[in-house]
């Protein structure tokens, strides 16, 4: 039997969770934020139980938890609040909106989200705690890695490789067999047609590096 879920967050991409957690016909405990105005509030029907020390009023073994924080840009909050709640033990739910298309051996990290709409093919591996959102398209034989935020309607050609903490934004475009380095922010819009290196930014048609 699956545990029920808390959400950790109660901004944008929590909200677009909870529909695919009850979608998927998930249990969810609550939602918990730092925005104590939220308390005693619903998120499409969901309670806002109130902070993220609610979470401890449950064990480890009784509950796991969804992150509920999105990014516009490098998701080290994300990151963090995954890093800080595993170090206390707590597992983290994957999450795959029913609308989602995943090939038979694609292989999922804990805690990966893939939402409504997107496409992963055959060969490809998603590490823990990354976002897969909706309508993105990732080809087969890619590697996106741990905390990676690939943006809606982003399209990875076959064989990309997305390092560690990386954030592909809104609609970019990734041609074949490119790597893009830990840490490394993708505009939205932009089209990469080379390997971009560690902690670098590019924006653009065809893509430019801004910073370094």
Do not use: W
């Not at 695919?20 to 405990?29: E, K």
């Not at 909106?97 to 989200?113: K, R, Y």
């Not at 890695?145 to 990875?156: F, Q, R």
């Not at 809104?170 to 505009?187: D, F, K, M, N, R």
């Amino acid at each position: 039997m699956r545990l029920p879920v808390i959400i950790l967050g109660a901004g944008g991409h929590a909200k677009v969770l909870v529909d695919a957690l009850l979608a998927s016909s998930s249990v969810i405990a609550g939602v918990v934020t730092p925005d104590s105005a939220l308390a005693g509030t619903f998120l499409l029907g969901v309670p806002v139980l109130g902070g993220d020390d609610f979470v401890d009023k449950y064990g480890p073994a009784e509950v796991n938890l969804v992150n509920g924080l999105g990014s516009i840009g490098l998701p080290v909050k994300r990151q963090s609040l995954f890093l800080r709640f595993k170090s206390m033990g707590y597992k983290f739910a994957t999450v795959i909106h029913p609308s989602a298309i995943l090939a038979s051996d694609v292989e999922l990290g804990e805690g990966t989200q893939v939402m409504a709409g997107a496409v992963i093919q055959a060969g490809s591996c998603i590490g823990s705690n990354a976002i897969i959102n909706t309508r993105a398209s990732v080809d087969h034989d890619c590697t996106i890695g741990d905390h990676v935020h690939i943006a809606p309607g982003v399209t990875l050609s076959g064989g990309v490789t997305v390092c560690e903490a990386s954030h592909i934004g809104t609609g970019a475009t990734v041609i074949q067999g490119i790597c893009i380095g830990a840490e490394s922010l993708i505009g939205a819009g932009t089209l990469v047609l080379k390997d971009v290196q560690r902690s670098t930014t590019v924006v653009g048609v065809p893509a430019r590096m801004v910073t370094k």
